[in-house]
Nanobody, 124 residues
Framework: QVQLVESGGGSVQAGGSLRLSCAASGRTFSNYPMGWFRQAPGKEREFVAAIRWGGAVTLYADSVKGRFTISRDNAKSTVYLQMNSLKPGDTAVYYC?????????????????WGQGAQVTVSS
């Protein structure tokens, strides 16, 4: 079992930056591919970014590519999402998630563990 706790959400003006953190506890964190998803009111949960266990392979949604960076520190059992040049369209609840094995990293149905979510609000 893996427990995930997000932190770092908040409110920011367009063009600003935020960094989300996701602290993991439980089984060996470094073995799990990790992802970030977001969900705005009335919308389906959507893929934001993912990172494989070693950190060398990352994936991004086209909507955030070049603005967001996912990284992980296996020694601290933490994954990060650095968000720059934020836009009002980035407003959502952001969730971190972990997979037990390497499946489609962009599909939220392929993740086994989820955090409670962190609100990110970007005003114009």
């Amino acid at each position: 079992q893996v427990q995930l706790v997000e932190s770092g959400g908040g409110s920011v003006q367009a063009g600003g930056s935020l960094r989300l953190s996701c602290a993991a506890s439980g089984r060996t964190f470094s073995n799990y591919p990790m992802g970030w998803f977001r969900q705005a009111p009335g919308k389906e949960r959507e893929f934001v970014a993912a990172i494989r266990w070693g950190g060398a392979v990352t994936l991004y949604a086209d909507s955030v590519k070049g603005r967001f960076t996912i990284s992980r520190d296996n020694a601290k059992s933490t994954v990060y999402l650095q968000m720059n040049s934020l836009k009002p369209g980035d407003t959502a609840v952001y969730y971190c998630a972990a997979q037990r094995d390497n499946r489609d990293a962009t599909n939220y149905r392929h993740y086994d563990y989820w955090g409670q979510g962190a609100q990110v609000t970007v005003s114009s």
